[in-house]
Structure formats: structure tokens, C-alpha cells
């Protein structure tokens, strides 16, 4: 059985005494160390996926089991990065990042140590007695990505994390986490609504659909890292994500004029 | 600069209030030992500091106001801490809440006096409410305010009970505690007086009582000026620790 198994899972809830479908019949298997972009416009279920798998909110039909293991709720081996960062606004940008080493045993030297090296991963060593208030958007983020990566999860979950971010930051970003994952080998789960970011970052990409939120298709990126997001291979691929989503309905109708 | 303009300000102010209170006098037909002039007033401050009763009189109320006030806001916090992360259980809590609340301190003193008589107690048992509902209703309140997102990270990292309270709940709530806990200093202290005016025979209160007796007016409103003086100081301390623990938490200046 694959890493990460995910067999007819899905989500309902009551709403005003009605159920409502949010997820319906996932079938996905992931292997350890790729990249997945969970991709569809709002409404379409990734989060909920996402967070099925994370273990915030499980599913209530199907299965879905990491290493052979049930998800009954969030797990200290993978984490979590959310669009508005979650960083604790009290706490320096070291002390951040030493939060998830707080709860395993370790003197604090070990545990300064760890933080310092994750802060120079992503290149914010100088800020490490900055409160996270001091800092850009993306810089915030950046914390957020070496916290998840000092506690050495197996799984990283980012939640539209580049969401809230300008466009130039955020393929910044995107290059830097492309980077982080060459080196450190996480399987990562993404959540994306950005067609180009999806292209640009995943091994994968899950197409989902809304009403109710589905798997439309799932798409084999054949690019390799460092990809030029002018390149022809690059747009054929968005392409084909453009047809999943059917996007491409104007052609038709010029055919019939 | 702006400390010095601001140092002028008080002083300008200060100037007015004495120069209505000496015209008020100098128009009135008071006889002087009923309303005396701020001159006469200020003498009468000199008189009990030389005495000694002025100093024996704020130790006595500080003592009070310490550990009235002290417990009231630690039970309170620690109980508002409590109630906020339950609010299963809050919900039976609450009205009775908030049916003592709108109770005046005052109120209960002829109970308390009839529990603990004359003296200490009574002054700290209406210390200890007036600041105990407030503080507590707002850091429960605080506590509920708190953004998913952060327990979700230290649920995500493995922080449980009880270090999830003092990493978590308690800096993230700190802000609106810590404004709750400010209020209710100043209306402890007002109670304070009220408390000492009837329950007990020591203190800045019971000055003011003795005083009307005494008809020493002179007395009676230097004490005033004292109890305010006090009020503003106890206060600017409360503002300076507070600023302190938010800028050591990140909080914008």
C-alpha cells in the first residue's frame, strides 16, 4: 500500500437539517516524498481534504491512512502551514521556531541550535529577535516554514499558504520552497487555487471540482525542478488544467458562429 | 520634550483647580472651619505628615488594597482562564455571573460587617469584588476571543495542558486581561474608601470619617487630595507593568 492511502473519503455536513456534501468518493494514493497540489476553485473540497489528511477535521465516509495508520487527528510528525501563518505574535522569531522542539525533550542549547539552523534555511537569520509583527508577509511565512521544518516532519501541509502574499514574493517563495524540498525530501501536500503555482511546483496535481467537491483528474507534471514558467511544456500542461476545469468552452462556441 | 510639555500640562491644571476652589472660597459665606481654602487645606496635609497619622493611615489602606486587590486578580485570572477553555461548564456560570455583577461593592458591606466585624476584612472582602467581576468576565471573555488558528499550531505541535495555558492562552489572552486588570484597579481603590468608611477604625477612609466628626474639614479634604494622588500614581504603576510585559510579548508600542 502507497504512503498515504485515500479510499472513498469524503465529508458531509448538516446544514440547516440538510446534509451537505463537501467531499465525495477521494481515491488517491501518495507515495513518500512527492509533491502534491491539491488544485480547484473555492468550494471545491481541497481544504477539507486537506485537512481530512492533516487530521484537524476528519472525514466522515471512507478511509484515509498515513503509513498503514488511520488519521484520528493531527500528529506531531506532520504539520501544518497555514495561509495567515499562525505564528504566535508574543514570540520572538527564534522562540517561534523553537515552539514544536519545546515538547520534545531536549536542552535548550540543542534546541537554539536546531532553530538557528532552520532560521538560516530560510535565510532569516538576522531576525531572529524580531517579533513576527516586524516583518513582511512573506518573511512571516518563511518562519512558519522553518518551525514546521525544525520538529524534521515526514509531512508538510500548506494550506494556500502563499495566498496572501504580493506576486513577486510569492514566487519567491515558491522558489525557495522548491529548494527546501530538493534538500530536505518531505512529501508535501500543497493546496493551491493558482493554476501557474500548481504547474510550477507539483510532481502531481489533484484537478478538483466543486458541487460537490471532487476529483476531476489527477495530472502527472513530466516537468523537472527549475521549470520556466514561459516554457512550452509548462503551458501544455496548464493547458490540460484548463481543460479538466472546462475552461476551454469559448472555442466551441467560436466553432459554431 | 513631550515629557516636559506634558509636566507643564499638569501643572497649568492643577493651578485651575486651585484657583476655582480659592475663588469659591473667598465668595462663599462658609464659616472657614466648614469649607477652608486650599492654604488651609495644604496645612493641614503638613500637619499629618509631621504627626505621622498621614503615613500610619496610607500604610494601613496600602496593606488593605494589596491583598484585596492582589487575590482578587489572581483568583479572578486564574478562574477566567479556567471558565474561558470550558465553556460547556461557563454556561451554567454565567448568570449567576452576571446577576452579582451589576451588585454594588457597597451593598454587601452591612453583611460583611455582620460576618467579620469591625477591621481588617471588611475593607479587603469589597476590594476583593469590586475587582473581582470585571477581571474575571474579561479575561473568560479574552480567553473566548482567542483565534482558532493558535490552538490548531499547538495542537499541531504536540503542546498540551497545562503547558498550553501559560504557552498559549495566557500571553494570547494577555492583552484584554491585562486592560480588565488596569479598570478595576481604579475602581478597587475607590471602594477602598468606601469600605474603610464603614468597616473599620484605621485608614485613609476611616481619616475622612474621623474628620467629619471632628469637623476638621481642612483634614477631611487633604485626605481627599491624598486618596486621589495615590488613585493617580497606583495607576501610572499598573500602566508602566503593563506596557512592560506587552512589549516583552511583542505587543506594538
Known amino acids: 500500500m502507497s504512503y498515504i492511502h485515500i479510499e472513498n473519503a469524503g ?43 492533516a487530521g484537524f477535521d476528519l472525514v466522515n465516509k471512507g478511509s484515509i491512512t498515513i503509513d498503514g495508520e488511520e488519521v484520528k487527528g493531527p500528529s506531531t510528525n506532520n504539520v501544518t502551514i497555514f495561509q495567515n501563518y499562525g505564528l504566535l505574535p508574543w514570540r520572538t522569531v ?51 516554514i522553518a518551525r514546521a521544518l525544525a520538529v524534521n516532519p515526514e509531512i508538510l501541509f500548506m494550506d494556500e499558504p502563499f495566498g496572501a502574499l504580493d506576486a ?16 530536505e525530501k518531505k512529501t508535501i501536500i500543497f493546496v493551491t487555487h493558482d493554476i501557474e503555482e500548481a504547474v510550477y511546483l507539483a510532481d502531481r496535481i489533484v484537478v478538483m471540482t466543486p458541487n460537490p467537491g471532487k476529483v476531476k483528474g489527477v495530472l502527472t507534471v513530466p516537468l523537472h525542478h527549475f521549470r520556466d514558467r514561459t516554457s512550452g511544456d509548462f503551458l501544455l500542461v496548464r493547458d490540460k488544467i484548463f481543460e479538466l476545469l472546462n475552461m476551454k468552452t469559448e472555442e466551441t462556441i467560436e466553432y459554431q458562429i | 520634550m513631550k515629557k516636559l510639555r506634558s509636566i507643564k500640562n499638569v501643572i497649568v491644571s492643577l493651578l485651575i483647580l486651585i484657583a476655582v476652589w480659592e475663588i469659591l472660597f473667598l465668595i462663599s459665606d462658609y464659616s472657614e472651619a466648614l469649607f477652608p481654602s486650599p492654604f488651609m487645606a495644604f496645612q493641614a496635609l503638613i500637619e499629618m505628615i509631621a504627626s505621622g497619622q498621614l503615613l500610619e493611615s496610607i500604610i494601613t489602606s496600602m496593606i488593605r488594597f494589596v ?42 458591606m452591612p453583611f460583611v460587617v455582620l460576618l467579620f466585624g469591625i477591621g481588617d476584612l471588611p475593607a479587603v472582602v469589597i476590594i476583593f469584588i469590586a475587582a473581582f467581576f470585571p477581571v474575571l468576565l474579561s479575561t473568560v471573555s479574552a480567553v473566548v476571543r482567542i483565534q482558532p488558528i493558535y490552538y490548531k499550531v499547538a495542537e499541531n505541535f504536540g503542546i498540551k495542558q497545562p503547558a498550553l495555558l501559560w504557552k498559549v492562552i495566557l500571553p494570547a489572552a494577555f492583552p484584554g486581561i491585562a486592560n480588565a486588570i488596569h479598570l478595576a484597579l481604579g475602581s478597587a ?37 491624598v486618596i486621589g494622588f495615590i488613585g493617580l500614581v497606583l495607576d501610572y504603576l499598573i500602566g508602566l507593568v503593563e506596557k512592560r510585559i506587552l512589549k516583552a510579548w511583542g505587543g506594538a508600542e
Open chain 1, 11 to 53: 465529508k458531509t455536513f448538516l446544514q440547516n437539517g440538510e446534509e451537505f456534501t463537501a467531499l465525495a468518493d477521494v481515491n488517491l494514493d501518495i507515495e513518500k516524498g512527492e509533491f502534491i497540489c491539491l488544485l480547484g476553485p473555492s468550494g471545491c473540497g481541497k481544504s477539507t481534504l486537506l485537512n481530512g489528511i
Open chain 1, 94 to 144: 527564534l522562540k517561534n521556531v523553537e515552539l514544536g522542539l519545546e515538547s520534545q525533550n531536549m536542552d535548550k542549547k540543542k534546541r537554539k541550535e536546531i532553530a538557528r539552523k532552520y532560521l538560516q534555511v530560510v535565510k532569516l537569520e538576522n531576525f531572529e529577535n524580531s517579533f513576527p509583527h516586524q516583518l513582511s508577509g512573506g518573511m512571516q511565512q518563511r518562519v512558519a
Open chain 1, 168 to 183: 513577486i514574493t510569492r514566487m519567491k517563495l515558491q522558489d525557495d520552497i522548491l529548494d527546501i524540498c530538493k534538500n
Open chain 2, 67 to 108: 491583598i484585596g486587590y492582589g487575590l482578587s486578580v489572581i483568583i479572578a485570572v486564574i478562574l477566567g482562564l479556567i471558565l474561558g477553555s470550558l465553556p460547556g461548564v461557563f454556561k451554567y456560570i454565567n448568570p449567576t455571573l452576571q446577576l452579582l455583577r451589576p451588585i454594588s461593592p457597597t451593598a454587601w
Open chain 2, 189 to 225: 481603590w475607590i471602594f477602598l474608601v468606601a469600605g474603610e468608611m464603614v468597616g473599620a477604625q484605621s485608614g485613609l477612609g476611616y481619616q475622612i470619617i474621623d474628620a467629619r466628626n471632628n469637623v476638621r474639614a481642612d483634614i477631611l479634604l487633604a485626605t481627599i487630595f
